[in-house]
């Protein structure tokens, strides 16, 4: 399938730098990687985080909007594992449903608010440079 994802179509697959850690970001059916336990259970899969292997997949057959959203929630999973916070890291629906809470809004306003945002990404801008 043709998609674009949020390597720009370029490549497939590109590299997250967080906390020390180099996870490969993956753009591929996350269903393709998940555990049985997640393929007998769903149908499909947005996103996946399989820390340990130190990958995210995000499945590049939803608009662009919900591949960002998927990003950030798993992402937010992930600081759940490198700080130990529970809510953020074990997938309990409760849990589940105030990671895609925060994730969606995120993703929300930075859609919709790209000039307050995209200033503070551009490299070379980031307020550091001596
Ligand atoms: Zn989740």
Known sequence: MNSTNLAGGK???TKLQIGGFTFD????DP?????????????????????????ILINPNFPKDVQFHSLLHEILHLIGYLTGDKRLRSSTPQNEYFVDAVSGHLASIMLQNPHIFVPYLKEGESGNAD
């Open 11 to 13: 490549s497939m697959q």
């Open 31 to 55: 269903m393709k990687y998940a555990p049985e336990e997640f393929s007998e259970k769903l149908d499909v899969l947005y996103g996946l985080l399989l820390f340990f292997q130190r990958k």
């Open 25 to 28: 970001l993956i753009f591929d």
